[in-house]
């Protein structure tokens, strides 16, 4: 009785000392302590009782061994388990299926999914029928080895047994089913329940909620949790974190947020799981002030922030374009003593990327090591790319020859990084790298191709573009739209409007893909840079019946082409379209059109739309007014044009020598020599350099003025200010002597 009592208290020490004065023939009594030490995972111990038995010339009980061989499971033991298993027979102990469901649940537990299923499959051979724990046991195993198939091979083997499954058996196979993403078969085992006379709890519908979300069903998910409601079964922490993670992995951040505030009407508190579920939505959704608010909320509720909370701020700060704040949470890491990883380190240099901010993008890179975080092919590529803003193709080209000393293998987006950073000069060496990458066994693809053909546009290399894109079928990179797009918009940068239609023209026959408005706008903008305004229109018109919607840089490159041939009204008409279009018109809109106007002999109508730029939220530039004072400088309307001028300086929008030079003409035009010098004057006060025009203009007033000593000065003065007179100059001046002398005459 002492020792039975020793058991009941878990003392095993004093059970074992008990046991040494007690009759180790009292199996009963040795079987007591060895499931105690059992229960304690003392599964050393409990070998020992057993082998005492033997020593005492007594033949175990099949009960001694299977306690012994549950206390081995306990213990992690699952070979001891099974080795007591193979002894039973020869110590004359017939195992029975509590002995066989002792050593398969030691497998379970020992993650030996396979011995499970032997020992399940030996059972009948032993004349023995496994029971449902016996299946039940073996599913959990299934489970936890992601064998979803097995489970419900073993499932559909049962009612052949004449084993009847219940919760537990449908609860396990769901989470199998679960684990591996497959939410029909989760759903179809759900519904299958009643038939089987098995009663669904919050467990069943906790696992099918999980699979729909892991299986990216978040309808399904969520009407799950709705009919938990109709079941009335209770909804707990599971069944709300697993339905918020179906809306966050399709960034349904207000759905998210909704069930968060909605779980303590449910008298349910969020955990880490809940809290780090929907800050993942609002990083998706690039919500970055709302998964701030919940990493501060966290805390209040008891939830300690961990490294996936933090990850998901800073990644949510990276696309929030909030460098500062990503990177303040990264480092605030280690006063919370969360300790960052790869992915927190990854985040911000990614944030520092989107923000065009190298130094810092390294900063992070060095941090990262200190950190004994191992930097990936995602930080190096991250970091490359921050160097394209800058055009650091320096910096770039060291970061990528590091690599492989990193262990790191460059790979497409590395490479393709590079070369995005070689758009201010250095297009021959993103040519270098990238053979010689291919040399190096990197297989050329699509996006290398396209970010080197980009390269060559951004440097005016058209021919170099074609001859890149020629080239990628025999490189055996599938060209697509976007490299068809590169190599056009590289034509239009040099003017090249034939060959850019010739492309487009192939585009539109091609069979991957039609012509995007990307396609549309750069042909456009090749026809305005070659001066044909007609075929420029003829694209624009043509975007509508392709069910192309133009964006901002087709209409202003329509509208640029027509500027540059005078057709105010066309220019015009497209701007007026472009608010029902809903695309903003932009400075560069607004410019070109007042340009046009003004080139169009149009003043009134460049005045009215200079006057709408405020209504649009766009300030007036100093390319907005000279175009304007030009119009009015053409229409002769001198006041208008130094009303302009005055404007600009109490706008603090400081006056260019064109705009200057453009005041000073209409003031010549106007036969105002003074006003005209005096404007001279202030371009001179302006710290803005004088030119051969605006020195020009002031002569010419001043030989409409008959003022040929200021104008013969003003001539005189120009080598001193680094001037050459030209033919007008010289004219303008003699043009003034001559009316002199004739007056006099």
Known sequence: MAVVSACKRQDWQLALHLVAFDDLGDQRTCREVISCCGRLQQWHPALRVLAEIKAALAVPTVYSFSAAITACGKGQQWEEALLLLSQMPVARAVPNVFSFNAAISACERALVWQWSVQLLAEMPSRKLSPDVISFNTVLKACEVGRRWTTALDLLSMMPAMWIVPDEITFNTCMSACEKARQWQHALYLLASMPARRAVPDEISCNASISACAKGGQWQMALALFSEMHSLKLPCDVISFSASISACEKHGLWQLALQMLVEMPSFAVRPNEVTFNSTISACEKAGQWQMALRLLLDMQVEGALPDTVSFNAGVSACAKGQQWQMALFLLFGMLEAEVAPNEISFNAGISACEKAGLWQAAVDVLAAMRLQHCVPDVISFSACIGACAEEGAWQVALALLSNMPAAKVAPNEVSLSSFISTCHTGAWQLALQVMFESFARGLPPNAITFNAAISACEKNGQ??????????????????????????????????????????????????????????????????????????????????????????EISFNSAISACEKDGQWQYALLIFSEMPAAGVAPSEVSFNASISACEKGWRWEMALYVL?????????????????????????????????????????????????????????????????????LSQLHSASAIPDEVSVGAGISGCEKGSQWQMAAKLLFDMPATRLWPNEVCFSAAIGACDRAVAEVA
Request: proline share 4%.
């Open 611 to 679: 006057s709408q730029m405020p209504t649009f939220g766009i300030e007036p530039n100093e390319i907005s007014f000279s175009a304007g004072i030009s119009a009015c400088e053409k229409s002769g309307h001198w006041q208008m044009a130094l009303f302009l001028l005055s404007t600009m300086r109490s706008l603090r929008v400081g006056p260019s020598r064109v705009s200057f030079s453009a005041g000073i003409s209409a003031c010549e035009e106007g036969g105002q020599w003074r006003m005209a010098l005096h404007v």
């Open 462 to 551: 058209w021919q170099q573009a074609l001859s890149l894109l020629n080239t990628m079928p025999e490189a055996r990179a599938l060209t697509d739209v976007i490299s068809v797009n590169a190599a056009i918009s590289a034509c239009a940068s040099s003017g090249k409007w034939q060959v850019a239609l010739l492309l487009l023209a192939s585009l539109q026959e091609a069979a991957f893909g039609s012509p995007t408005v990307v396609s549309l706008s750069a042909a456009i903008s090749a026809c305005e840079k070659g001066g044909r305004w007609q075929m420029a229109l003829e694209l624009f018109s043509s975007m509508q019946k392709q069910e192309v919607r133009p964006n």
